[in-house]
């Protein structure tokens, strides 16, 4: 375990007449203090190099974490689905989250939400019965941050090993019924519905290529502390380990 370690993360935007402050990308990343360098070069790298568009603002904040402060969970176990269309593969994220006992209300909220926001910069939270958007977020959402792995985990791609941390993370919390996610990347057409019962699953095509709308639906239970579920998803430092 790290003795002292630091949170890195960055934010890169677009100014858009159109959309105001467009959003290119984001980054998290936990490390040591030999680590910030190179991590803030991996990062600025993603921020300047990114099929949204270019960036002409972007942020990178640094900031010390107490080793008492991490908690260590371990990942939502992977499974995959193919659909033959986009169609197909929405049928499929609506009869797994449904099963989880996620609202038709609640889906077809979510998944209009992500099919026509593009510039969704964080996560919307819904209730998962009635469907309701608790955040007051607007087009911010709820940016789940100071999340990495505690090793590399070179089995994973970039993209799958950032996404099923955060997903893992989401699922750690006892208010967390599931998720439904699909990236605003316009070259990357595979998404995934996680929970602490059925994992981690990806599903593609949940969009057509070419498309910028996306993001993250957050479906909770009627129990929920909301002030404390944002602040465990933007606050609480997590590491995910492997057996």
Known sequence: M?????????RAAEK???????????????????????????LLNKANNHSRGEADFIQITVEKIEPDQIQYIPPLKISSVVATSIEKAHSEARKILTSLGVSEEALNVAF?????????RGAIILNSKTGLRLDDRGQKGVRVSRIDWQDANED????????????????????TIAELC??????????????????YVRITPLKRE??????????????????????????VPVLIWRD
């Open 112 to 120: 209009h939400q992500l099919s026509s926001n593009q510039n969704l």
């Open 16 to 42: 858009n007449p159109e959309l105001g402050e467009k959003h290119i990308s984001g980054g998290e990343r936990i490390g040591s203090k030999s680590q910030i360098e190179p991590i803030v070069k991996q």
């Open 2 to 10: 790290l003795k002292a370690c630091y949170s890195i993360r960055m």
């Open 182 to 199: 699909w990236s605003d990347d316009p070259e990357y057409v595979t998404g995934y519905v996680s929970s602490r019962d059925i994992g």
């Open 156 to 175: 994973l791609n970039e993209r799958v090993r950032e996404a099923l941390a955060l997903a893992s993370k989401v699922a750690n919390s006892p208010f």
């Open 210 to 235: 070419g498309c910028e709308s996306g993001g993250r639906a957050f479906f909770v239970s009627d129990e929920i502390d909301l002030e404390s579920f944002i602040n465990y998803l933007e606050s």
